[in-house]
């Protein structure tokens, strides 16, 4: 099956600090690719949806300027918490779809989880 | 209200034993609808999809069906094992690029 590679796995670090997550489709074309946030016990809440080479689209409530979403190619998005603080902590889920309308299927990473200390 | 609504909210069973996790939605115009299974500390597997003409399915000891009248979905599973503990998510696609996500059911089996 289709593979989403998700990196780093586990990051801490400091208040103040910016954290990058890579989320790479390793053998198809991410025509979309989607970032969630999971809080304990609770399910996925999407942040961003992104289409290779346009701008991210952001949910309600999601500060572009704190998540900045790059997808810049059709194997690769990135996420970056800038200025994280510690009610940033939380464990962040990549996903990413052949699809690029009326999606079907998402293949999901294995999710980054981010300690600010 | 979340369109897509999940019961139990947690289970606890015993291993061998079958369990049937239920999927209410109100999501229009459906695509389709996958139910996923989230290990802890892990992103969500794929299980199943069930397409708008479809009632039932199954992959190994997981059987989901589908009522699109009634807009329900369940997913059963059968001769529960201790690696079948996890947390088990009703995704509704619509026709566009979206979707919406149920809570979840965390499912916990013991031996």
């Known amino acids: 099956g289709a593979v989403v590679s998700q990196h780093p796995s586990w990051v801490i670090c400091k208040s103040g600090t910016s954290v990058k997550i890579e989320c790479r489709s390793l053998?198809?074309?991410?025509?979309?690719m989607f970032w969630y946030r999971q809080f304990p016990k609770q399910s996925l809440m999407l942040m961003a949806t992104s289409n290779e080479g346009s701008k991210a689209t952001y949910e309600q409530g999601v500060e572009k300027d704190k998540f900045l979403i790059n997808h810049a190619s059709l194997t690769l998005s990135t996420l970056t918490v800038t200025s994280a603080h510690p009610e940033d902590s939380s464990f962040y889920i990549c996903?990413?779809?052949?699809?690029?309308?009326?999606?079907?299927?998402?293949?999901f990473g294995a999710g980054t989880r981010l300690s600010v200390l | 209200k979340n369109q897509v609504e999940q019961s139990p909210q947690s289970l606890i069973i015993l291993e061998g034993k079958n369990c049937t996790l239920q999927?209410?939605?109100?999501?229009?115009?459906?695509?389709?609808l996958r139910w996923y299974k989230q290990d802890t500390g892990r992103g969500p597997v794929s299980l199943t999809i069930?397409?708008?003409?479809?009632n039932t399915k199954s992959n190994g000891r997981y059987t989901a069906t589908l009522d699109a009248d009634t807009k329900q979905s369940s997913l059963h599973i059968t001769a529960s094992q201790l690696s079948d503990s996890a947390s088990y998510i009703c995704v509704v696609y619509h026709n566009n690029n979206d979707m919406r996500f149920g809570a979840g059911t965390r499912l916990t089996v013991k031996p």
């Open positions: 999927c209410n939605y109100t999501v229009s115009p459906f695509s389709n």
């Open positions: 996903s990413a779809s052949p699809e690029g309308w009326a999606i079907t299927i998402q293949y």
């Open positions: 069930m397409t708008f003409s479809e």
């Open positions: 053998d198809f074309q991410a025509t979309t």
